[in-house]
């Protein structure tokens, strides 16, 4: 496993840096890798800028042998379960709506312990298994219920509008088989499934340029691009309770409204702040966190709320941007500590579509606001 140093900062007006080295460790065949416990990372060669006079965070990158993005991840069965997009080169030219990320099917990763060997569970799910689907496997997430997993994605139907998919396992690590049909009403991408103290579980989704989010009002599709202007409030990402059969909404999608401190709406010209893509909640102390990528500002930004549907309110930059256009993340707490999961293009060298999953750890300060990280890795 290769390990690295980020740097916290210390509130959101520092922005202390950096460090970078790198060891990598041996690897077995099929992504078993081998545990570096975080003392005994070789710092031979490297330079840490510590500003803050804390001790730097280790980071893990969970494989050298598939590019990976867009981790979900969560804790079934004891262990560590990790649902990423499974990046490849497939030759399509870069463009502003993402047609270069024009992956295949997924992988799903575990681990018994951070740091330690980490599996991956092979083919998880082929597109040319999913029936309606056309191009494009995005951004997954997976839920338990009752002893079944449920993978969740977005992918393009063969009118290339995308629709989210939900596959059955009885294994967190799949294989998985896809239903017949998307979630009826589904629409855009990005799908998260969260489950609250109460049982219920809801999909948080959408994304918008690429995502097509804002092709679609009312749960309509219009077919062509309806930005709101810039003194307007931004699109927002979407809310929907699932059915007890989790294959499908119990009720037609919701906005999430986020708000600025004065409870006013974040603006669709508010590019550093708003709603982009890779919506992500989880709960501590009762409070509920909405985490998202501000896209094109390159952002893990988040805003919290008393209740799963908001409004959330913002509260600041959890991530700042890594190597690579897009940000994506997603928050999980495992043995006792949190840990955010994100991905960067530096084992591609800088490529956007070809990045690399990693973790470190995340930390709440006493009074609920989350220390802002800063996982920047340069060539
Ligand atoms: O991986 C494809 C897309 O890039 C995801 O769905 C977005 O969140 C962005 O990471």
Redesign the pocket.
């Known amino acids: 496993m290769k390990n690295t140093i980020l740097i916290r900062e210390n509130g959101p007006s520092g922005f202390f840096l950096l460090s970078i080295f790198s060891c990598l460790f041996v690897l077995t065949s099929s992504c078993k890798q081998q545990k570096k416990a975080p003392d005994e990372v070789d710092t031979t060669d490297s330079i840490v800028v510590d500003t803050t006079g804390k001790t730097p965070d280790v980071v893990y990158t969970l494989s050298s042998e598939l590019y990976t993005?867009?981790p979900s991840a969560h804790v079934f069965e004891g262990k560590l379960y990790v649902y990423p997009?499974h990046d490849f080169e497939s030759g399509i030219p870069e463009d502003d709506l993402?047609s270069h990320?024009n992956?295949e099917d997924y992988h799903v990763f575990s681990m018994d312990s951070v740091g330690g060997e980490v599996t991956d569970h092979g083919l998880a799910l082929h597109i040319d298994d999913v029936p309606w689907a056309g191009r494009q496997m995005?951004?997954p997430d997976a839920a338990e219920k009752g002893g079944e997993y449920f993978l969740y994605f977005?992918v393009k139907d063969k009118k290339d509008i995308f629709r989210i998919g939900v596959a059955k396992s009885t294994s967190p690590a799949g294989p998985f088989k896809a239903l017949d049909l998307p979630i009826g009403g589904s629409y855009s991408?990005?799908p998260a499934v969260f489950e609250d103290a109460d049982g219920k579980y809801y999909m948080y989704f959408g994304?918008i340029w690429g995502?097509q989010l804002q092709q679609w009002k009312d749960g309509e599709y219009l077919g062509e691009d309806l930005y709101p202007a810039d003194d307007e409030p931004a699109i927002a990402p979407k809310i929907a309770l699932m059915s007890d059969d989790m294959v499908s909404f119990a009720e037609a999608p919701k906005d999430i409204l986020i708000l600025d401190k004065n409870g006013d709406p974040i603006k669709a010209g508010d590019n550093d702040r708003r709603f982009f893509?890779?919506a992500w909640v989880h709960r501590y102390n009762g409070t509920y966190y909405l985490s998202y990528?501000t896209g094109d500002t390159h952002n893990i930004a988040y805003a919290i709320a008393d209740n799963p549907y908001g409004p959330f309110t913002y509260q600041g930059v959890i991530l700042d941007p890594v190597l690579g256009w897009?940000n994506?993340h997603s928050i999980v707490e495992y043995q006792g500590k949190w840990w955010l999961f994100f991905h960067d293009s530096s084992m591609s060298g800088g490529k956007t579509h070809l990045r690399s999953v990693k973790m470190t750890e995340l930390t709440h300060n006493p009074d609920g606001t989350i220390q802002r990280l800063n996982a920047f890795e340069g060539n």
Request: net charge negative; charged share 15%.
């Open positions: 993005a867009d997009s993402g990320f992956m995005w951004a977005p991408m990005d994304g995502g893509e890779a990528s897009t994506h």
